[in-house]
Nanobody, 121 residues
Framework: QVQLVESGGGLVQPGGSLRLSCAASGSIFSINIMGWYRQAPGKERELVAAITSGGSTNYADSVKGRFTISRDNAKKTVYLQMNSLKPEDTAVYYC???????????????WGQGTLVTVSS
């Protein structure tokens, strides 16, 4: 079994900052892409940011310049630093990873349980 456990969500005022963390655990041989998605009430889940094992990053236009994704491969952990938060950033944030399990014959897509970020005064 492979698990992704997120932490760091909460309530923050507009203009504030939060840092999300997501740690992978289990019988993992390798992790390819790790990313963060979010889903606001009544909306579809969307990609926020992603990072490859080599450090290449991709961001949604709505968060460029405000959010930074990073990862620690040794700790199997991905981070999302969120600055200058806006009310429209309010959503449940989900961690996602492409994982090769020990003894597997293919990549597996794994999701975390989600962490709520609320931006409000």
């Amino acid at each position: 079994q492979v698990q992704l456990v997120e932490s760091g969500g909460g309530l923050v005022q507009p203009g504030g900052s939060l840092r999300l963390s997501c740690a992978a655990s289990g019988s993992i041989f390798s992790i390819n892409i790790m990313g963060w998605y979010r889903q606001a009430p009544g909306k579809e889940r969307e990609l926020v940011a992603a990072i490859t094992s080599g450090g290449s990053t991709n961001y949604a236009d709505s968060v460029k310049g405000r959010f930074t994704i990073s990862r620690d491969n040794a700790k199997k952990t991905v981070y999302l630093q969120m600055n200058s938060l806006k009310p429209e950033d309010t959503a449940v944030y989900y961690c996602n990873a492409e994982v090769w399990r020990l003894g597997a014959d293919r990549w597996l897509e794994v999701w975390g349980q989600g962490t709520l970020v609320t931006v409000s005064s």
